[in-house]
C-alpha cells in the first residue's frame, strides 16, 4: 500500500510541473459539499465467526450519507497545491443474514426470545473529516480547464452514532432493537472515536475567471480507512464476558464532491 501510495503522489507532481508556467502563489480558502456510499469491509474472519455462531452468512451494502465542509490551502503555481478539507460526514453501513436463520435475543425489558427470518443491521455515524491533499491539474483544451489527481491522508473523528436491528419475514419487517452508539478508547465505547484514511481523489477543474483566481471543481473521493473500528480495550473487554471479536472492520467511502476555491493572489500570467 505505501508503495504504490508513493507512486500515485509522485505523479500527481509530475502532473502538476509539467506545464507550469506561473510566477505567483498564494493562499487558499472555498467551500465543497457532497454525497457519499459508506460501508464498513469485514476481515474474512468475521465471517467464519458470523457462520459459526448463526449458521448463516452475511452480506454487506452500503449507505448514503451527505458531507459539507470548507477548503483552506496553498496554491503553489496554476496546478499544484496542497488542501486540507475539514468536513461533516454522514457515514454508516448495512448487513444483513443471507440466509433465513433463527436468532436469540432479549428484548426492551430483558427478556429472551426467538426470532426466525432475516436480521438486518443498520448504524449511522456522524463524523467530522479533515484530509490533506496534495493535489495536482493537467490542463486541457486551453489553461482555464483540466483534469486532476489528489492523494493525502485523512484523520477521521466519530462523534455520534445510532443503530438499528429488524427482522424481516415473508410477511412483515418487526424492529428488533434500536440503540445509541458510543465512540472512545475506554473499553465500554462500542467502536474507536478516531480513524486514519488513505484518500484517492480523480476528478476536474475549471477556472471561471481568466486569472484563475476562482475554479471550481468536482471530484470523486475514494476514502479507504486505516484503522480497525474496534479498539484493543474494548476487544478485551468483550472478551472477559464471554464475547470474542474476531478480524477487523474498517471504513470505506465513495464521496462525489463539488466546490469552489478562491485564491485572491493567484492571478495568473
Keep these: 500500500m505505501q508503495k504504490h501510495f508513493s507512486h500515485f503522489l509522485f505523479c500527481i507532481f509530475l502532473l ?8 505567483s502563489s498564494g493562499f487558499i480558502f472555498g467551500v465543497e459539499a457532497g454525497f457519499g456510499l459508506h460501508t464498513v469491509k469485514f476481515s474474512d474472519s468475521y465471517q467464519d465467526y458470523f457462520i459459526q455462531e448463526t449458521g448463516v452468512s452475511y452480506v454487506n451494502s452500503r449507505r448514503s450519507g451527505l458531507q459539507g465542509g470548507l477548503r483552506f490551502g496553498w496554491q503553489f503555481d496554476r496546478n499544484f497545491a496542497v488542501i486540507a478539507a475539514p468536513s461533516i460526514m454522514q457515514k454508516g453501513t448495512r448487513y444483513e443474514t443471507a440466509e433465513n436463520g433463527t436468532f436469540e435475543f432479549t428484548d426492551r425489558n430483558g427478556v429472551p426470545f426467538t426470532a ?5 443491521w443498520t448504524e449511522q455515524y456522524t463524523a467530522i473529516q479533515v484530509p490533506l491533499l496534495l493535489t495536482g491539474r493537467l490542463p486541457l483544451l486551453g489553461e482555464r480547464f483540466g483534469l486532476t489527481l489528489a492523494a493525502g491522508p485523512s484523520f477521521n473523528f466519530l462523534l455520534s452514532g445510532k443503530g438499528e436491528a429488524t427482522l424481516e419475514t415473508q410477511t412483515k419487517t418487526t424492529p428488533l432493537d434500536s440503540y445509541k452508539i458510543n465512540f472512545g ?16 481523489a480523480p476528478g476536474m477543474a475549471f477556472d471561471l475567471d481568466e486569472q484563475g483566481a476562482f475554479r471550481l471543481f468536482a471530484e470523486a473521493r475514494f476514502d479507504i480507512g486505516l484503522r480497525d473500528m474496534y479498539t484493543q480495550e474494548r476487544k478485551d473487554f468483550l472478551a472477559d464476558g464471554g464475547i470474542d471479536i474476531l478480524g ?3 471504513m470505506r467511502s465513495t464521496v462525489l464532491t463539488i466546490g469552489v476555491n478562491f485564491c485572491p493572489g493567484c492571478l495568473w500570467e
Design 16 to 23: 502538476a510541473t509539467a506545464n507550469a508556467h506561473a510566477q
Design 116 to 120: 426466525v427470518g432475516f436480521v438486518k
Design 185 to 200: 478508547s475506554s473499553r465500554t465505547d462500542d467502536y474507536s472515536g478516531f480513524d486514519a484514511s488513505v484518500v484517492f
Design 248 to 250: 477487523t472492520r474498517k
